[in-house]
Nanobody, 125 residues
Framework: VQLQACGGGLVQAGGSLRLSCAAS????????MGWFRQAPGKEREFVAA????????YYADSVKGRFTISRDNAKNTVYLQINSLKPEDTAVYYC???????????????????WGQGTQVTVSS
């Protein structure tokens, strides 16, 4: 699976963005998909994940209520809608694919086999 993330940009605090991650490969629908982010000088952190069917979603506490993950298996694409952006959301956002069925795995970067190249989100105050 190859992943290509896009949709980042420079926005003011309180604004919104929608990130997209397009996947190639016929097995996209069998993978759980996740978004992680990494700010300068910080470790990569979990943001959100969605099971292969789209029926279950998982969020970091810091983004609950502001971020929404979704997927369209027909388009081989996963999305991250980001609302009410804050300066602390500034980071490179990465999408990733996980082969695991256990939702408790999705919070950990090492449980993902494939990674996109990242897209920069910068929030100005």
């Amino acid at each position: 699976v190859q992943l290509q993330a896009c949709g980042g940009g420079l926005v003011q605090a309180g604004g919104s963005l929608r990130l997209s991650c397009a996947a190639s490969g016929r097995t996209f629908s069998s993978y759980a998909m996740g978004w992680f982010r990494q700010a300068p000088g910080k470790e990569r952190e979990f943001v959100a994940a969605i099971r292969w069917s789209g029926g279950m979603t998982y969020y970091a506490d810091s983004v609950k209520g502001r971020f929404t993950i979704s997927r369209d298996n027909a388009k081989n694409t996963v999305y991250l809608q980001i609302n009410s952006l804050k300066p602390e959301d500034t980071a490179v956002y990465y999408c990733a694919a996980s082969p695991y069925m256990d939702g408790s795995y999705y919070y950990y970067a090492h449980r993902y086999d494939y990674w996109g190249q990242g897209t920069q989100v910068t929030v100005s105050s």
